[in-house]
């Protein structure tokens, strides 16, 4: 491996390692996620983006469930434009025992795992929303490229509730389609 290609996931790493030592109250996460139902795409709608998301256009998440437990990891999207060259990362989710599978530890690189909590599903497990008790980083994804704007503004409402700057929380441009992306998997 070269040093650059090191060096960007271990930066990754440690910005989102050194985000989980800020000082603040207690982030709630859903008492209970059924993994089963959360695998799968999710479209990222809007966020506050770690520095590999920087103008990340046409973002999916997708998780799958392996049989040790752990959760295969596939972030896909286009850099710096809606045409832009197609980026992919691979980092793994670990459930954290006795949070009711809401919290994870994702490794972006080894061993360092960064805290990913679910902090909202909705019943039909549609829209979410990651994020973490650093109040650093966030995430609202859909199970489709775009919400309406009511249901985006409410989710964003929810954020700034729990301690988030919304200020800071960008929309992510997705194609109504998402055309050229090859999303399979659990979408409900």
């Not at 910005?15 to 999710?42: E, I, K, N, T, Y």
Request: charged residues 20%; proline residues 9%; glycine residues 8%.
């Amino acid at each position: 491996m070269n040093k650059t290609a090191f060096r960007l996931p271990a930066l990754i790493a440690a910005l989102l390692g050194a985000g989980g030592c800020a000082s603040h109250p207690p982030l709630a996460a859903v008492p209970q996620v059924d993994l089963p139902r959360f695998m799968g795409p999710w479209y990222v709608i809007a966020n506050i983006p770690t520095y590999i998301e920087r103008g990340a256009h046409n973002a999916i998440e997708s998780y799958r469930l392996d049989a040790d437990g752990s959760i295969a990891t596939t972030f896909t999207y286009n850099a710096d434009r809606d045409d832009g060259p197609a980026k992919a990362w691979h980092p793994r989710g670990f459930v954290v025992p006795g949070t009711g599978n809401a919290v994870w530890g994702m490794r972006f690189v080894w061993p360092i795992r960064a805290e990913y909590r679910i902090f909202y599903v909705d019943e039909a497990y549609s829209r979410t929303i990651i994020a973490r008790s650093a109040r650093d980083y966030l995430w609202i994804m859909a199970r489709t490229p775009q919400i309406p704007e009511e249901e985006l503004q409410r989710l964003i409402s929810m954020a700034g509730a729990a301690g988030y700057d919304t200020s800071r929380i960008q929309r992510v441009p997705q194609r109504p389609a998402a055309a050229g992306h090859a999303v399979a998997g659990g979408a409900p």
